[in-house]
């Protein structure tokens, strides 16, 4: 046994002790996903030694490489609260990664240990209303001019996950010299969180929110990194953050995956159970050939993000692979556990019901994709050209 495996261990424990317990009251009794489920949730993870698997040892984290991520996130993704319990989750995994790699030693002092260590949360704004950025970075309108003394930033997001309620947001902006990202307090008077949008999921703290930049004042040091390289720095969080929604997602469809083999094993119809029944054998093992792949291509796509880095063209490519096909997988193994419970499968006040509709963006977000096989299309092509 390998000093990963406890770890893998403690993390279901956990889930299946103290997370899905509170699922259970968030999807069947409306519990509002809050910031105080999620610090109540979060101390439990700390004590049961599974907290931090995406941070550093020095900001309390587990210190584990993408590959080992894979396994314990996959664990914690067992119930649909895990990722966040374990501060595990988007947009603060993104961030964590992003800040780790290109915050100045100040910046992670202020941002990044209090996010490491879940005292705070963040969000990241870079989608606009039409006719911003969107699936196109390229259109971003968000500008921000230099100041004698640092920037002023206006624009307009929305789908930013997280905001109301987050410490700060990383706002990606159009500047003279290229996209720039800048760290800005939730506190700053030039930031405003609106509405939040009525999206079909209802499990992140902050929920996906429209915010407005309106003549926000910057100094210097809210740069993150260095002006201009804010596509790069997109990219350097990209591949990682790909990959932890495809573990999340994954460890949600294995546990509904085998929901559905236990209750076809116990409801009998035309005289036998169901699970006898070759048809219902065959919803079973697509769904099981589905997560067998997609495990496989996590872990092709961490190797390649552990080995030549998160921004190398292996990973990006990896993980536009892995994205795409576990984002559809998912969906195709939530549907089938809908469909083997029967009328209870589409009870919204069933898990699995809830679990479906809670996963269908992931097809969108990080990527739509048919925005990603068209990017793997012109890879291929042009490594033959
Ligand atoms: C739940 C949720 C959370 C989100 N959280 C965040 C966040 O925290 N921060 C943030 O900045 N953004 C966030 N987003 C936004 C997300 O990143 C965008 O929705 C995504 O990038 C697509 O952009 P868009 O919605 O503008 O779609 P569009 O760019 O308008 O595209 C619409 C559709 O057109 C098709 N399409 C686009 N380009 C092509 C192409 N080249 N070939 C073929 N078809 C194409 C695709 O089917 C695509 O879905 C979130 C979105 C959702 C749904």
């Known amino acids: 046994m390998t000093a990963l495996e406890p770890l893998v261990e403690r993390t279901s424990d956990f889930i299946r002790d103290s997370v899905i317990p509170v ?45 080992a991520q894979a396994r314990v996130l996959e664990a914690a993704g067992a119930s649909l609260l895990g990722p966040l ?25 202020r941002y990044l240990a209090p996010l490491a260590s879940g005292e705070i949360r963040s969000s990241i704004a870079m989608t606009e209303p039409a006719p911003g950025a ?9 500008r921000a001019e230099r100041t004698g003394s640092g920037w002023v930033i206006n624009g307009a997001k929305h789908f930013t996950t997280g905001a109301d309620g987050a410490g700060f947001t990383i706002c990606v902006a159009a500047t003279a010299d290229g996209p720039t990202m800048f760290l800005v307090d939730q506190d ?44 790069e720095y997109a990219q350097v ?25 236990r209750h076809i094993n116990s409801r009998t119809a035309f005289g036998v159970p169901i699970a006898e029944h070759g048809m219902a054998q065959g919803l079973v093992a697509d769904s099981e050939i589905d997560i067998a792949a997609s495990r496989g291509l996590i872990r092709t796509a961490a190797e390649a993000i552990d080995t030549a880095g998160p921004s190398s063209s292996a990973a990006r490519h990896h993980a536009s692979i892995a994205k795409t096909f576990v984002s559809e997988a998912v969906w195709r193994i939530l549907d089938r556990a809908v469909q083997l419970h029967g009328g209870l499968g589409v009870c919204e006040d069933h898990l699995v019901a809830r679990f479906l509709v809670e996963a269908r963006a992931f097809r969108i977000y990080e990527g739509p994709s048919e925005v990603l096989r068209w990017s793997i299309a012109r890879r291929v092509l042009r490594a033959v050209r």
């Open 23 to 67: 699922e259970r009251d968030v999807i069947v009794h409306g519990r509002v996903v809050d910031d105080a489920l999620r610090l109540d949730l979060q101390k439990k993870a700390k004590d049961a030694g599974v907290f931090g698997p995406l941070s550093d040892v020095r900001y309390g984290g587990l210190g584990l490489d993408t590959r």
């Open 237 to 261: 969080r990209l591949a990682p953050s790909r990959l932890v929604f495809c573990m999340n997602w994954l460890g949600l469809a294995v546990r509904a995956h085998e929901m559905a083999a």
């Open 134 to 142: 969107g699936s196109d970075a390229s259109l971003l309108r968000t």
């Open 85 to 109: 319990s374990v501060n595990g989750s988007a947009p603060d995994d993104g961030n964590i990664h992003l800040l780790a790699h290109a915050g100045t030693p100040e910046q992670k002092e």
């Open 188 to 231: 700053n008077p030039g930031l405003t969180v609106g509405r939040r949008m009525p999206t079909l999921d209802h499990s992140v703290p902050g929920g996906h929110c429209e915010v407005e930049f309106v003549d926000c004042e910057v100094t210097g040091d809210a740069v993150l990194g260095e002006v201009g390289l804010g596509m």
